[in-house]
C-alpha cells in the first residue's frame, strides 16, 4: 500500500479525487456480480435518506460517479453491501480501543488488504483527517484528524429493517465525527442522535485520554465505555475476547506493537492502529512489518 491520496475541496471535489485514483480498483468492484437481495424501492430510499439527513456523503458519492466514471446505482449498491444490506455478510471489520493510559483506537479489515485506501481528506469546511476506507466508500471506516480524535467502527451486524426510520448506513457516521469534532464526547453524542439504520458500533478516544463509544440497532441507541481499560465494538464474542486479550498484553501502548498483535490474533486481517496524540495511522498484517503514516 503506497502514500495515501490526496483529497481537497468541497464533498463532490473529495469524492472526484478519490474517483480518479482509484477508478480500476471501483469498476473491478462494482463490475462484479451484483449479490443485492434488496427490492428496488430499497435502494431508492437509501439514496433518499443520504440526501436527506448525510447530504456531504450523498454529493462525495457524486463526485465517485464523475471521478471512475461508473453508475450511482452501482456505488449505492456497493455501499449496502458493506452496510450488510446484501446477501453476503459486511467486511466493515471489527474496532476496538485503549484506555487508562495513551488513547488508542484499532480496527480490523478482513481480507488483508483488499480494496482498502488511505487518504487524506481537506474538506473545504472542516477539520483534515487520516482515512482508512475501501476504494469505492465515501465515508471512511477508520481515521485520526488533526484536532486530535481517532474514530472506527464495528461491521454492521444487521441491515436496516423495512419500518426503520432511516436506511442511511451507520457507518457514514465516521465521517461525520472526522469532520466535525475535537472529543469523543462530543462525536460520541453525535453518534447518538444522527439517523442511522442498521446495526454498528462506532469507537472514539481523543488526544485528552477520553474513550467512549456508540452502539446503534436502528432506534435504539445505547453508550458504551471500556471495561478494564479495552472497549471492544460489535463481533464474534470469541473474536471480541481473543482480540481484548492481545490488547491486554500488547507492550506499553506502543502502535506497531498493538497492531502487529491484532494482526497476529486474527490471521488474514488488517490491522490498523489510531494514535489520536500523534495523528497517526500504523498497518500491519500477520506477515509484514508495520508501517506508519502521520497527518
Request: glycine residues 10%; proline residues 8%.
Amino acid at each position: 500500500m503506497g502514500e495515501p491520496l490526496g483529497c481537497a475541496g468541497v464533498p463532490r471535489d473529495l469524492g472526484v479525487a478519490q474517483g480518479r485514483a482509484c477508478a480500476a480498483a471501483i469498476r473491478a468492484r462494482v463490475g462484479r456480480p451484483s449479490r443485492w437481495r434488496r427490492t428496488p424501492a430499497a435502494l431508492a430510499r437509501l439514496d433518499r435518506d443520504l440526501w436527506r439527513h448525510h447530504p456531504q456523503i450523498a454529493e462525495r458519492i457524486e463526485g465517485l460517479v464523475l471521478g471512475a466514471r461508473v453508475s450511482r446505482r452501482a456505488l449505492l449498491e456497493a455501499l449496502a453491501g458493506e452496510a450488510g444490506m446484501g446477501a453476503g455478510p459486511p467486511r466493515g471489520g471489527l474496532a476496538l480501543a485503549l484506555a487508562g493510559g495513551p488513547p488508542l483506537v484499532a480496527k480490523l479489515v478482513g481480507d488483508g488488504e483488499a480494496g482498502l485506501v488511505l487518504r487524506r481528506s481537506r474538506p473545504e469546511a472542516g477539520i483534515a483527517a487520516l482515512e482508512a476506507t475501501l476504494a469505492w466508500l465515501p465515508s471512511a471506516l477508520a481515521g485520526v484528524n488533526e484536532a486530535g480524535l481517532a474514530v472506527a467502527v464495528s461491521a454492521a451486524v444487521a441491515p436496516p429493517e423495512p419500518g426503520e426510520p432511516c436506511f442511511a448506513p451507520a457507518l457514514v457516521l465516521v465521517q461525520d465525527c472526522l469532520q466535525r469534532f475535537a472529543s469523543a464526547e462530543a462525536a460520541v453524542d453525535w453518534c447518538l442522535k444522527r439517523p442511522a439504520g442498521g446495526a454498528a458500533a462506532i469507537l472514539a478516544a481523543d488526544a485528552r485520554g477520553h474513550v467512549l463509544g456508540a452502539a446503534l440497532e436502528g432506534s435504539r441507541r445505547a453508550a458504551l465505555a471500556p471495561e478494564d481499560g479495552v472497549l471492544v465494538g460489535s463481533g464474534p464474542e470469541p473474536q471480541r475476547a481473543a482480540l481484548a486479550k492481545a490488547c491486554r498484553e500488547a507492550p506499553a501502548r506502543d502502535p506497531s506493537a498493538l497492531a502487529t498483535a491484532l494482526a497476529a490474533a486474527a490471521p488474514g486481517a488488517l490491522a490498523l492502529c489510531l494514535d489520536p496524540t500523534r495523528r497517526r495511522l500504523t498497518l500491519a498484517t500477520s506477515d509484514t512489518t508495520p508501517t506508519s503514516h502521520t497527518l
